[in-house]
């Protein structure tokens, strides 16, 4: 024992700081769900192995962190450029905003929006879940954060990790850590947290209530609607041109069935790599003096009530829908509308199922999930707009 | 209740509001302001979200019908098409209604909301 | 209809320019031609796209444009920086001539260069098609085009968009958007340019001329070609070893044999990459404001007539060195010349079997289609070189 | 014919030359300069691609040939090769014939070029 | 030849120096090197063509090279952009020690550590090979380089590409060229170079010693091993965050089972496009006039040195751990303790055969030959790590 | 010998010691030192790489016991992990002896190298 004693004294060991050890073990805790549980694996492991490798103690006078990055500096009366870290020069695309859309890139051309196409009157759910949005900005702006920090926070009720990475970018970078863990782990969490609201807020027999087949979309209907999409969401609220834009490019590669070899890249390699370098530095971002503050629970806090509330205001509308229509919409559906594909709308299949084994919801959940996405996005682009004028 | 921001770009409004906080006449007159202003924000941020998707939507159940004219003057290459069509229609009316009624209701928000934004 | 009209102008809708709604028609036009005509469709749909993202008219004090560019401030003692956004991130590698060389890569690691390998003397007409650029370039000149703007007007007739995008990167930037379109444009155009110049200048009996099957081609002689081919242009034109040292590097790693899997990313996952990207991007840099104005205009009418130009320098070159040759080349082969590769090469190819239906052309166009590749990489190196150097 | 130019780094030459143009006298001798310029770098220009294109010609009409002794020292694998040096024999010939008569036209070309050039 | 030789003096034939032919016979003799012998070509192939390519003599006023980056400078009251090179931009990657983390992200992603895993105490092996790079860095030292050239040529005896290229880029920027060069020809020549050294000194017994069949290793093991070892050498020697983060992050999306597409990426397109862009513009950075130097002589020099005494520390290692050890390790196995991976477990192999043709040494050589890696990461974080401080 | 160098950063130092150089006395005081310095990393460097690899060499040896523990109470799905604890036992034992020697001898040269640093 002595031996190892006297080592680690001279090492980095005992340099690290309780709240590293915090994060290192959160990470690890991320790891760990992913594997176990396989909830957002494609994140999770990315997000905590950063996590691990943005809390080991470094030494004094390296550029090591996310957070090291390249400057110019004007010595006499010339421009000497000051190198960044690795891991800023990858954070790059975090912090510009760059990676989400290029994932809503991979996003478009992997989405068949066939089952929304069919059923355009389940798009209503996607919109009306975004309320998770709205009411967590105002509880924000309650918690007396600032307009800009509480557009940033009230984008996790999104259920979208890149919507939410790209919004913090714009308005609040020192919250992006915060926000993205938070909407990531409650991503991760959907299967925990929607169930309960659901069956609060339905009844048995609407649990059981049954939809109709969809019926089949024509290949022209498919290639014409992200181009009628883009333009009507955009010229509505400009400022989810970019992620919106990427969202339907993708989705053009895909239907447009003459560039099938660049869909293909975009949702594969193209995604991967961005993924892995999105999750990566996200996770490194989150060194523990930075992260660990009271903010951060407020975050985690207001996150979870968002995803409640985007939850609850799916299923309400679709039973105020109800009211209006013959065709009855399963009010559980309801809940895809947060997004978080496509998590949500496996949820919705499970808690229909415990019901009624034969009823068969998923398909149905897929129009509401991906409208959702489009929802948060237009949530993104309105509070980006509305908040990057104001300079109060 | 406090929280430590530490940002330098907000410092110097939150030691404003710090300050004020301590004058409690102030208090209700300052925080209030951006709450306020945010609950506008909040209204019209759904009601467009709302409207986006709403306009997709009418958009999507008007499509097969247009379509299905264009189809008569330049035919699609795969049949999809024409058993798709019928159905569509019948869906499509139950749509108008749905539509109709959620449009009202927006309308009659959103003008609620722009005069009170015009107000103040 | 109402309620539809006082919301609108509340919108983005109203603040449209007629130039934005333009370039938006402009962009499906593209998408649709893309669709229907399969023309060129990896580019096609990503400019045609770009073009309908980039003339969403944004709000002001929002930086969405490919033009708003990132950049440094001094603010009393400090440097600054103002992020730039998205796009223009994305069109950086547009801007500094990034992109075309690592397409070229991409095309080296496809192009079999053996037709031409087999018959050398084939490669003269993809020297001759560059007569196209050259008097375009004058032409451009007379119409009080400055030098730089000439150089880039006249590579649209090099008929290769990578080597148009790559020149007028460097010489006339403000023209980019005009040139890439242009360039695109008319090289999906190509089945239409081509033919009645074909016809026009070539009789019944030349164009029935068979041509003898190629010889096997050697792995050395492959594996030698691309290096020695780099040494001898670029030591002739240095100013193209930049594109040209790409596209060979790319030929080497699929000839070499011993790299296959380096080849097959470079053909595969990156080039689609990188034509995402740039496709995308141009297409967004085309807004209303720098691209509908009379330059464009010109710019495109010269376009067309380069191609026309080209493609006949290409024929009666053919038809010249008949005079020496007894196995005569049938002229038609000199139209694929101007690159444009492959549909060129299909062109010549369909023209012929109008003639004779045994009639097999491709083979022997794909010499020249792939020479005139290497022949306009060669004209932007001249002219980048020699008007770079210019500074009157 | 005058097009409405804007970037800055070309307004001062461009508005110096329609000065110019309202002057007659001018106006033959400062357009032409430029397009002047241009024909000597359009011709050097096209006779740098023939001669690069012809040297890569005549290098691969060369190879098989210089490979064929290669090949006798140091055997390549596959048997593609030998069968190949053969009939590019008598292409290599004709070849020959026509790189000769280009390549004289193209270096009289040239030298008129160079000689105009050097004289302006 | 009057016509050619006229000719050639009017282009970029004669203002090639000498030592640009050299360095452009110097690359093709790698790339021939690569395709006959097959020695390491995924990287001589790229480096032999950038050698090629960065060897042309460029007009003068022309931006081409490597080394022509960009810059801001400071014009009257504003900071404008000076655009750097095509081959800059790339070669940033290299200059700011980003590529090498992503190769090892790949190299994380293919890396199979279950012979190390089952059998601990071959790692020391790995270990030991590090003194090569120690006794390197005194040898460098001793000839006058200075403390941080030392450190930078020290690293070549870690036989590991990357590893090489990320501390030069830290460490001694202007000798890279040199140390990436001799890094990649001695690892190609690793068949040549060891085998000697181990026959020397091995008696025959020792070399024909057969070692027991590895234990199958356990998924938990496996998944668990990335963090831990991370943990474990990050702490210990936090210099090698970057390289050892990536390498452990690229094996955990490999080993955790649920992120397999990313794996897949992380080995396949993005190491190689990584690769590409490296291997290219390490190679065009061996400009004559930078890379034709006393000291790159002197670099050679020691790195052949280097790697023998790393063969030889890794051969002496495996007999002296025989003194404690009951079930004997071949010594051979040691020389794959430089890394290398795999050429260096492929010699221990053949070497192991040409005394019994029935000894499978290669599994179990490839344990210190991964652990060499490991090795050689902790020791360029320690070389970073104390050069970067001293300033003196 | 004097090898040329010419990057900026060092040109100082080396004018320094190419004058020192001149003066015998000064010759064995100057050159040593960063020698001398670079022993002390060059000992320090090779130690910090054995200790890190050593630890993880432990660790890995100690694994399979602790995983058979957690196994008893979170069992793994497939069976691998069984038939793997029993043989690494018995390596796991004698690792132990090995890790012991080495540690030791590690243990003590860490421990003077620490001493001739604080020494210096
Ligand atoms: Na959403
Ligand atoms: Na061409
Ligand atoms: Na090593």
């Given at each position: ?84 870290s690795?891991?800023s020069y990858?954070?790059?695309?975090v ?16 989405t ?38 509480a ?11 890149p ?8 308005l609040?970078?020192h919250?992006?850590?915060a926000?993205?863990?938070?909407a990531?782990?409650y991503?991760?969490?959907v ?16 649990r ?10 024509s ?32 989705n ?10 660049l ?6 390699a ?12 996200v ?6 003096d ?5 903010e ?16 609850a ?29 496509p ?50 | ?57 009418l ?62």
């Amino acid at each position: 024992m002595d031996i190892i004693f006297d080592f680690l004294k001279t090492t980095g060991f005992w340099s690290m700081t309780f709240g590293n050890a915090i994060m290192i073990i959160i990470g690890i805790f991320f790891i760990t769900l992913a594997i176990v549980k396989d909830y957002e694996p494609l994140l999770l492991v990315p997000i905590g192995m950063g996590a691990v490798v943005g809390n080991i103690p470094t030494i004094a006078g390296m550029s090591l962190s996310v957070y090291d990055v390249h400057s110019w500096q004007q010595i006499g009366d010339e421009i000497i450029y000051q190198p960044g870290s690795v891991l800023s020069y990858i954070y790059f695309g975090v912090n510009q905003g760059l990676y989400p859309p290029l994932i809503f890139l991979g996003i478009g051309a992997m989405t068949d929006f066939s089952t929304m196409l069919s059923n355009p009157k389940l798009i209503l759910l996607g919109a009306a879940a975004q309320i998770g949005v709205f009411l967590t900005f105002l509880g924000a702006l309650f918690l007396e954060f600032n307009l800009q920090e509480a557009g940033a926070i009230g984008i996790i009720g999104g259920a979208d990790g890149p919507t939410a990475i790209f919004l913090s970018a714009k308005l609040a970078p020192h919250l992006l850590g915060a926000i993205a863990i938070a909407a990531y782990s409650y991503m991760a969490l959907v299967p925990v947290i929607q169930p309960p609201i659901m069956r609060l807020l339905t009844t048995r027999e609407e649990r059981l209530i049954r939809m109709k087949a969809p019926r089949n979309v024509s290949k022209r209907e498919k290639m014409i609607f992200p181009i009628a999409a883009f333009l009507i969401t955009t010229l509505i609220a400009p400022g989810a041109v970019v992620l919106l834009g990427m969202l339907f490019f993708g989705n053009l590669l895909k239907e447009s069935l003459v560039t099938e070899r660049l869909a293909n890249t975009a949702r594969n390699a193209m995604i991967d790599i961005v993924t892995i370098l999105l999750g990566f530095s996200v996770g490194a971002s989150t060194q523990a003096d930075t992260f660990l503050r009271p903010e951060s629970l407020l975050i985690f806090g207001l996150g979870a009530l968002s995803f409640a509330i985007a939850t609850a205001g799916g299923v309400l509308f679709a039973k105020f829908m109800n009211l209006f229509l013959t065709d009855k919409i399963n009010p559980l559906v309801g809940a895809a509308g947060v997004s978080a594909v496509p998590d949500s709308a496996r949820v919705v299949q499970m808690v229909g199922q415990q019901e009624d084994p034969h009823n068969f919801l998923l398909m149905h959940a897929m129009a509401p999930n991906v409208a959702g996405v489009i929802g948060s996005a237009i949530a993104a682009g309105v509070l980006w707009a509305v908040l990057v004028k104001e300079s109060f | 209740m406090i929280i430590p921001f530490d940002t330098d770009t907000d410092s110097i409004i939150h030691h404003a509001q710090r300050l004020n906080s301590l004058m409690p006449s102030h208090f209700m007159l300052i925080i209030p302001q951006d709450l306020d202003h945010g609950i506008s924000i909040a209204i019209s941020g759904m009601l467009i979200v709302v409207f986006a998707l709403l306009f997709i939507s009418l958009f999507i159940a008007g499509l097969p019908r247009v379509l299905a004219i264009v189809a008569k003057v330049w035919p699609e290459v795969d049949t999809h098409h024409g058993k798709a069509s019928s159905p569509s229609d019948s869906l499509a009316s139950e749509d108008d209604a749905i539509f109709a009624a959620i449009g009202f209701v927006l309308h009659t928000e959103f003008q609620k909301q722009l005069q009170s934004e015009s107000n103040s």
